[in-house]
């Protein structure tokens, strides 16, 4: 057992050097949701908020067909297991989604983004509403609902965006 800790106190260490050089790098904390709001507001053009702790959105789209509309960026293991919605407004929900994991996996989560989804936060929240749907933590949605607004790899039917091939490249670096 004492070798086993010894293993892991090291390699705590070796992801704390890579941690702070990510931080270093994205000026936010290594966190899984930090890292993807720093990417998403390169590849979607979204002005970050000052902080990463506002209430309800995480930033400002500045470009495009959503320019003024606010953002509020979520990244997963898998999005298929339900989304955090704040009781706070937003225009919009981004969901940055690694691959499901398979059934009885480790609980470990690559870190990857193998599909973006793009929800308008209205439509959602009447679509959750009509349905008896409790919002809040992990709030449950049908894999349709998923598919129909993800924007990466593909456009869904109900995407509200349509990436261009550099947007869709720029993500294709992290599947």
């Not at 704390?16 to 966190?31: H, K, P, Q, V, Y």
Request: charged share 20%; with cysteine; hydrophobic share 40%.
């Amino acid at each position: 057992m004492t070798e086993t800790l010894r293993q892991l106190a090291t390699l705590l260490r070796t992801r704390d050097e890579l941690d702070a050089r990510i931080a270093a790098l994205t000026g936010r904390s290594a966190r899984p949701g930090d890292v993807g709001e720093f990417i998403a507001a390169q590849v979607f053009d979204i002005e970050l908020a000052d902080t990463a702790v506002q209430a309800g959105y995480d930033g400002v789209f500045r470009s495009g067909p959503l320019a003024g509309k606010t953002v509020n960026v979520k990244t997963y293991g898998d999005a298929f297991t339900g989304i955090d919605i704040s009781p706070h407004p937003c225009g919009f929900y981004l969901v940055l989604s690694g691959p499901p994991r398979p059934p009885g996996a480790v609980r470990h989560h690559q870190w990857r983004i193998s599909a973006a989804y793009l929800f308008d936060a209205r439509v959602l929240l009447d679509t959750l509403t009509s349905r008896g749907v409790k919002i809040g933590v992990a709030t449950s949605l049908r894999r349709a609902d998923v598919e129909a607004v993800q924007v990466f790899p593909l456009a869904g039917p109900g995407a509200p965006l349509r990436l261009t091939p550099e947007q869709t490249a720029l993500l294709s670096e992290f599947a």
